[in-house]
């Protein structure tokens, strides 16, 4: 008699192992499939150095999992499943948008910013990725309401626990903290090598902010002549404008929408224009493309390039504009802290700078890309000296629903984020259109995109994903019929970089310096 309540007391409590491993195994696979889809390097390495990661990966994931399922009470797990089901999205959503995977150097330096895009964030999330988690969510919890009906006993409970925990703790600090620390990881990521738990906390650890500085400097020392011995230099008459513009793909030029170019001003500009495919950097943020325009250099791809501290900006190129006679301004609708502009143009030699407080003063809606342009050229129409713009526009920030009330529209009642994206380059073509009438003639002006939009399907021929336009003119004179490399195929080839880009606007100033010194050795100047 007593041999049966004994059998059936073995036979539960193996039903409660079983189910356990069960939801630890269900778990474990699904934090191992969002790290491999968020933080694979490439397509290149060997299926053993695959193997070897994943399974390296695969051994914390279960150890970790194990730990919480038995430490954790069914509130608290439920807790647990679902903030680990929204890091999935972001880190997912994160990794599909920059093509890297999300660091605790990025979250660290850049959260305020990533709050403040959290409404295009939302648009940017793969909707059949977010079903999948809500799937495998749904899955964990029927495991684990079935867990409570069969729980495991609290003696193998706590030994289970503890056995998983040392096991995590001595995995992970011989992995990261001896075998391979994250100083050490030369493929992939820190994230790919140990997962994102093991490898934020490292890096949270062994934050350097020199060795950061120390490796921006370095990475900005390299320059790039690719354009620069292939074209000839720019020459420069009167104002230059440089402006930015928020989410400009190479493909929006020439999109069309109906029988109409969507940017039909652009479209037609480039006919007068040198016109380039240029990659863009996008790595830690929109921020990448201004500071390698104003320096010439390549951004660290660590964390975003103005947060660097110490980082030397004494020659950037508002210096040099300001050497060759020009008052440097710069001019964006945003605030000074975002991404910590404000400081380092201030370091750069800017004579003044327009940001949201400024602006606001004003009477100027710098959100307005239409508000901004008219602002920048009543300044240059009242100057009495040759000044140069830096102007960053807005509008068009994903996930594009900011255009005025009397914008003019395609889509009156759009639908979907093609039609939404495709209202905001109409409105913003048609005012750079307003803008370029308004500048006076001679004046250089060139217009980039900061990086792609991640809108795709909006065109019917061959895509450039990836890809932004860069058009240089100078209003009143055709420079499309100066541009050596349109012929041998480079400027449209998209090879080119925003480095090259960069380099050869800086390249063209120095040379006007220069060409000006020698004019008059006494003035630097132009006049």
């Known amino acids: 008699m007593q041999a049966r309540p004994i059998a059936e007391a073995a036979d539960g409590r193996r039903i409660a192992v079983i189910l356990c491993a069960i939801l630890v195994v269900v778990w474990a696979l699904e934090l191992l499939i969002v790290q491999e889809v968020t933080t694979r390097p490439d397509d ?11 399974a390296r990966r695969m051994v914390l994931n279960v150890a970790a999992c194990t730990l919480l399922v038995c430490v954790l009470n ?18 997912i959503t994160y990794a599909e948008y920059f093509e890297r995977p999300l660091s605790w150097l990025t979250v660290s330096n850049q959260w305020r910013e990533g709050m403040s895009v959290t409404e295009q964030g939302v648009g940017l999330v793969s909707w059949v990725a977010l079903v999948l988690l809500c799937g495998v969510l749904a899955l964990k919890l029927v495991l684990r309401e079935v867990i409570r009906r ?8 706590r030994r289970t626990a503890a056995i998983a925990g040392v096991g995590y703790l001595v995995a992970a600090v011989g992995l990261a903290g001896v075998h391979k620390p994250i100083s050490r990881v030369n493929i992939g990521s820190p994230e790919y090598v140990y997962g994102y738990a093991v490898a934020w906390v490292a890096e949270c650890l062994t934050y ?30 009167n104002h230059i404008v440089v402006i930015q513009v928020e989410s400009l793909d190479f493909d929006a030029v020439d999109a069309t929408a109906g029988e109409q170019y969507v940017m039909s001003f652009l479209h037609a500009l480039k006919s007068q224009s040198k016109f380039y495919m240029v990659k863009p950097f996008h790595v830690t943020g929109s921020s990448d493309a201004d500071f390698s325009l104003l320096t010439a250099s390549t951004p660290n791809g ?37 991404f910590q502009r404000r400081n380092a143009y201030e370091q750069m030699g800017f004579s003044k700078l327009y940001f ?6 004003l009477g100027v809606n710098g959100a307005n890309d239409d508000e901004l342009l008219r602002f920048s050229a009543k300044l240059i129409d009242e100057s009495a000296r040759p000044m140069f713009h830096f102007i960053i526009t807005w509008t068009s920030h994903g996930p594009f629903d900011q255009l005025p009330p009397d914008a003019e ?7 979907g984020i093609h039609q939404h994206y495709l209202n905001s380059m109409r409105y913003v073509d048609r005012s750079l259109a307003r803008y370029y009438q308004a500048l006076p003639d001679n004046t250089t002006l060139v217009i980039y995109g900061d990086h792609h939009s991640n ?17 240089i003119c100078r209003k009143g004179t055709n420079l499309a019929e100066r541009q050596e490399t349109l012929g041998t195929g480079l400027a449209t080839s998209g090879d080119l970089g925003q480095l090259d880009m960069a380099c050869y606007l800086r390249d063209s100033v120095e040379a006007a310096t220069l060409s000006a010194k020698r004019t008059d050795p006494t003035q630097p100047h132009i006049r």
Request: glycine share 8%.
């Open 44 to 54: 290149t390495l060997s299926l053993g150095h695959v193997l070897k990661y994943a």
């Open 302 to 338: 660590r964390i975003t390039p103005f947060k660097v501290l110490g980082f030397p900006y004494g020659e950037s190129l508002p210096w040099l504009v300001e050497r060759l006679g020009y008052d440097a301004v710069a001019i964006h609708g945003n605030t000074g802290t975002f």
């Open 150 to 157: 069969r729980p495991l006993p609290a003696d193998l409970r």
């Open 74 to 91: 069914r509130a608290w797990l439920y807790g647990v499943f679902l903030v680990g089901g929204v890091f999935s999205a972001v880190t």
């Open 409 to 415: 529209r395609l889509f009156a009642s759009p639908e």
């Open 208 to 237: 350097d902010a020199d060795a950061i500085l120390a490796d921006a400097v370095a990475t900005s020392a390299v320059k790039s002549r690719a354009l620069s011995d292939r074209e000839r230099l720019l020459e420069f008459q």
């Open 356 to 361: 949201a407080t400024e602006l606001e003063k």
């Open 455 to 471: 809108v795709q399907g909006y065109v019917a021929g061959d895509a450039h994903p990836h890809r932004v336009p860069w058009l």
